[in-house]
């Protein structure tokens, strides 16, 4: 768990904790940019009287796992939904191939999705394999060493491959992102115990892939799930809040959708707001999910949406500013790349963590910032 002390109040000082290029890493000229990429799955004082407060019920809440990494919010769990992925441990570094769709459109891939597991080879660190014929692979982006889109064209499925730097005991690594994977799909956690009878390991040269296929049924979940009331909550009015959640939105903050679709996943948000300015646009979105993880490899896959190379632990410490959320404890940290900026918070309460995220234009961003910590500093956690 993240040791993190208080802050003064905003509008004190002027906060410290940006990264930018040149702070980062010296003279730019030794920066290499990644290229702006969107991925799929994606607050000082105020005027009181620009201020709207919002409350919505309380939903049943998630339950708890193990530390995870990558977290992303929860698949819409109404519908049947099915995850086949995968976790190989190598040299330092965790690579998660994951799909995700209905039951009925994964099962003509399930076979394949295994033999393609075993041609898996790695060379200086990374894979290479060969497809399965009707398989096609697409070129890296962001976060993603690669993505391969399964079956005929009009009906692909997505697969990505995703890197991340891992510390401490593999399996304990391995355990926290099935319970991730299962977190997802509204599955309850299982302990170190009930990993092999959960998981198939599959040999793959030397190394062995940790393969997972969880199926959530809808209102009556599977694979060891918990009763029905930890489904997801169906789209609440647009206020921009759908959870137990309180806050205060800035003015000129516009409530955008709380469940969105990409790539043929369904994602929900416990609040999400946008800001524009003519052709400028800022995302704004609360996610809540068991586990904090590694603060190193979140703030990673945030600088990876913007094009930033990723931060060793230290940079990281050096960069965040610690945050007080009503008796909470929170970082935050400034990611600023060429032409888009991200805020983040990380909020640690009990078993829970919560991501509060700006994302957007560097010049509104820095606008907005105060507003964002605002936001933040006026949540009531239910």
Sequence with gaps: MMKLDDIAPAGQE??????????????????????????????????????????????????????????????????????????????????????????????????????WLKTIRFDGGKPSWQLPGNWRQMPASGMRFATVRLGPEEDALELTVIPLSIEGDPTQNILANVNRWRGQLNLGPIREDELAENTEAIPINGLTATFVDFVNQGSSLASGSPSSSAAATTTPPASGVGSGVELQAPEGWTAAPLMISRGGITIRHEAAFEVTDGAKRLEFTLDRLPGAGSLTQNVNRWSGQIGLEPLDADEVGRAIQKLDLGGVAAEMIELKGEQETILGIVAVRGTEAWYFKLKGDNELAEREKENFLALARSVKFP
């Design 14 to 115: 002027r906060m410290t904790g940006s990264i930018t290029l040149d702070t980062l890493f010296g003279d730019v000229s030794f920066v290499r940019c990644l290229a702006v990429a969107l991925l799929i799955f994606m607050v000082g004082c105020g005027d009181s009287e620009g201020i709207r407060r919002y409350k919505a019920p309380k939903p049943a809440a998630l339950s708890a796992s193990a530390d995870g990494t990558m977290p992303h919010a929860p698949l819409d769990s109404q519908s049947p939904q099915r995850m086949l992925g995968a976790i190989i441990p190598n040299q330092g570094q965790a690579w998660f191939f994951k799909v995700n769709g209905a039951p009925d459109e994964l099962v003509p891939h399930v076979s394949a999705f295994k033999d």
